[in-house]
């Protein structure tokens, strides 16, 4: 009988080891599935974040009152997208960006060294006067994205849209390096202050690591009005250029 007793009491802690294993072995396995199923960055449908805009600006039209050329025009928006398909998201940002061109002002003395003996000697004052335009803009987009990746943790993405503009100031720059003293003169009253554009961009959705989505665009983007309050002048202001936006 005690023999009995001690061989029951042995198979009764084998069996609970066999279950506590088994309870262990299953805990595990659905710790990996679990881990397996971590959901990936473009899997979240709202993001949020800031972008830092490097563009190139300048004002095309006809009867312009003056010979533009392109200038670099830099600004940041804060920036939010909402994906409620793979595939398909609004976009919406708000933000400051320069725009304007630079302008071709007469050459009076052939370049900047050609007469700097004479009296008087103005230098030459060609590609050294800008128009910045410095605004306020909110855009709304339509984005497209392709539901899978093209290569490992990268997506194409697209947006097209209306950004409103708000000229905060137009000023014109006059550069003087030589001395340093440029010369700045508020020509806000002679710009139209509110703007519609169009809006488009093209570029990739980059999955940095599981941190955020690092978004690099090509974007094109043009007024609609014509920006000069008086005057037979009938221009649009233009930019294009690259936006890089980091979205959490």
């Known amino acids: 009988m005690k023999k009995f007793s001690y061989l029951t009491t042995l198979l009764l802690l ?3 080891s066999q279950v506590v294993f088994s309870q262990e072995k299953k805990d595990i396995k ?22 830092w805009n490097q563009y190139w600006s300048t004002i095309k039209g006809s009867n312009l009152p003056e010979t533009y050329f392109v200038k670099p025009s830099v600004g940041f928006n804060l920036r939010a997208e909402f994906y409620p398909l793979s595939f398909v998201g609004i976009g919406a940002g708000f933000g400051v960006q320069q725009r304007g061109a630079g302008i071709i002002t007469q050459d009076n003395y052939g370049g900047s060294f050609t007469h700097p003996w004479e009296p008087n000697y ?39 849209g209306v950004v409103w503009i708000k000229n905060d100031y137009v000023k014109t720059f006059f550069n003087k390096p030589e001395d340093g003293f440029h010369t700045i003169t508020d020509v806000s009253q002679d ?25 690099v665009h090509f974007v094109y983007s043009k007024g609609t009005e014509n920006i000069y309050k008086t005057g037979p002048g009938d221009g649009r202001t233009t930019l294009y250029g690259v936006r890089v936006a980091w979205l959490f």
């Open 191 to 215: 710009y139209l202050t509110n703007d519609l554009g169009i809006q488009a961009s093209l570029g990739a959705d980059i999955n940095a690591g599981e941190s955020c989505l690092l978004q």
């Open 122 to 160: 103005d230098p030459d004052s060609t590609y050294r006067l800008r128009l910045r335009m410095n605004t306020i803009e909110v855009p709304i987009t339509l984005l497209l994205r392709t539901p899978l990746d093209v290569v490992k943790g990268v997506r194409l993405s697209g947006a097209l």
């Open 14 to 16: 084998i069996l609970s």
């Open 30 to 51: 659905e710790q990996i599935l679990a881990e397996g199923n971590v959901k990936s960055v473009f899997d979240k449908t709202f993001r949020w974040g800031i972008s």
